[in-house]
């Protein structure tokens, strides 16, 4: 089995590949998805909902929706237990975690952080 190995391990990134974290931010909140788009729907794939928010397909959106359709489904299974939710250190990771926590407060459901907002990815 052979592995590529990028020329960039090892070194610090080059400016050309950077992401401007305050326009990814602001693209989360100002870009509205167009749901006739497939790209920019909400979609799962083998590691949970991805996408960027300069393509429209991550953003408060997304996030607002899928929060709330747990909490109906929920309702509607009958589940009324804590619902534990982490956060990982990507950038749009806390905009869209308090965007889950709004969504899941509105609907009463009980809703379980890490104590000291220490990061959660989802193995954790």
Not at 27 to 46: E, H, I, K, N
Not at 63 to 80: F, H, M, P, T, V
């Amino acid at each position: 089995m052979s592995q590529k190995i990028s020329p960039l391990a090892g070194k610090p990134a080059p400016a050309s590949i950077l992401v401007d974290v305050p326009k990814l931010l602001a693209a989360y909140v100002d870009l509205q998805p167009d749901p006739s788009v497939p790209t920019q729907r909400v979609a799962f794939g083998t590691s949970g909902h991805r996408g960027s928010s300069f393509d429209r397909s991550f953003n408060a959106w997304h996030i607002l929706a899928i929060s709330q359709a747990i909490c109906e489904y929920r309702k509607a299974k009958g589940i009324d237990g804590p619902l534990f939710i982490g956060a990982d250190t990507h950038a749009l990771s806390q905009p869209a975690l308090e965007n889950a926590l709004e969504v899941l407060a509105a609907n009463g459901v009980e809703t379980m952080v890490s104590t000291g907002g220490e990061f959660t990815p989802t193995p954790a």
